[in-house]
């Protein structure tokens, strides 16, 4: 059981080239979501998913795309990087029912660097 | 404008004290609340929660207290162990909504 895996782990991109941020989870979960963490900030939810062929905009969704197409994965997309998009990214996701409210199981995240 | 606040970025604490980490929020349709512990090059992994209805949620060394009035909670570590030694992170959600507000995280050192 691997729980939440991120692909790439490290990615660097020039400026207006584009990307694809690839999250998998095999806990059978219904929700997933992908914040963005800059240095000495909180998470801040960038796009998410209440289920398969579902996506909704979070807190920060501008200059990115999701899909999410099968059940265990959902990926993020970055069809033109800008330098204030160098974070770390973090995928997480959650069952719909059990356990207790929202309590998010997270990946280990993708840190981007756009020079 | 911060929603969520730790306003202590950092905290030193003994090995075998207790650590008390705070969180005030502003936002009075929040009615769900989290801790949130990260190393190093990991992700968040979560500690502990409370409900709104709640005021106090233990489980093993962590507990939670909620004082809705004084719109603040805290946790606090019992005693705190130099594996503790993490960023926690605060995070709150509104009733129905699917979007957790993080607070930028408090940098524990528990030391030997």
């Known amino acids: 059981n691997a729980g939440v895996t991120q692909t790439p782990k490290f990615r660097v991109l020039k400026t207006g080239q584009s990307m694809t941020l690839l999250c998998a989870q095999d806990m059978n979960h219904e929700y997933m979501y992908w914040y963005r963490q800059d240095p000495g900030m909180g998470l801040r939810l960038i796009h998410y998913?209440?289920?398969?062929?579902?996506?909704a905009k979070g807190e920060v969704p501008d200059g990115y795309n999701v899909s999410r197409l099968k059940k265990q994965n959902f990926l993020l997309g970055l069809e033109s990087a800008a330098p204030s998009q160098t974070s770390v990214y973090f995928c997480a996701s959650r069952p719909s029912s059990g356990g207790g409210y929202n309590e998010q199981f997270f990946g280990p995240g993708t840190r981007l660097t756009v020079l | 404008d911060q929603q969520v606040k730790q306003n202590s970025p950092s905290l030193s604490v003994q090995e075998g004290r207790i650590s008390i980490l705070n969180c005030d929020y502003t936002n009075s349709m929040f009615d769900y609340f989290l801790w949130y512990k990260k190393y190093p090059a990991e992700g968040p992994t979560f500690l502990i929660s409370?409900?709104?209805?709640?005021d106090k949620n233990e489980d093993g060394r962590f507990t939670v207290f909620l004082n809705k009035s004084a719109k603040h909670l805290s946790l606090h570590i019992v005693p705190s162990q130099p594996g503790d030694s993490a960023v926690y992170f605060c995070?709150?959600?509104?009733?129905?909504?699917?979007?957790?507000?993080f607070g930028k995280g408090t940098k524990l050192t528990v030391n030997p």
């Open positions: 995070a709150a959600s509104p009733g129905g909504s699917e979007k957790l507000v």
């Open positions: 998913s209440v289920g398969e062929g579902t996506t």
């Open positions: 409370i409900s709104s209805i709640k």
